[in-house]
């Protein structure tokens, strides 16, 4: 019988990422926070105890900061929404909810859009 459980990454900083819609914020970079929880079959990772089995989660944050920095991304959605897929695609999980968030969007404050998707 399968074992599934989630591999959960949390406040995975990335800098260097181009994201909104105002003339100021497609100039200049921006810092942003990523949480990433990914919902798999851990069986064979728990019987062997190998890295190789399981998803190696530093493979997970780099492609999530490469993917941030690839392009600007107009929304936070959308950004949000190509992690998803991506992570999907690469990591084949069942499922993924990615968070990202944009620290001082708002004065004070912050704001953050969480999507989920599976297969």
Do not use: C
């Not at 004065?107 to 859009?113: C, E, F, L, N």
């Amino acid at each position: 019988m399968p074992r599934y459980g989630w591999i959960k990454l949390q406040n995975l900083h990335a800098d260097g990422v181009r994201l909104g819609i105002y003339p100021h914020e497609k100039r200049s970079r921006q810092s942003i926070v990523i949480d990433v929880s990914l919902y798999t079959n851990l069986s064979r990772a728990l019987d062997s105890e190998k890295i190789a089995d399981t998803v190696d989660y530093d493979r997970v944050a780099a492609v999530a900061r490469e993917l941030s920095r690839a392009r600007h991304y107009p929304l936070i959605e959308s950004l949000a929404e190509a992690l998803a897929t991506t992570l999907l695609d690469r990591f084949k999980p069942r499922r993924v909810v990615v968070a990202v968030t944009k620290p001082g969007a708002l004065a004070p404050g912050s704001v953050s859009v969480s999507v989920e998707r599976g297969r």
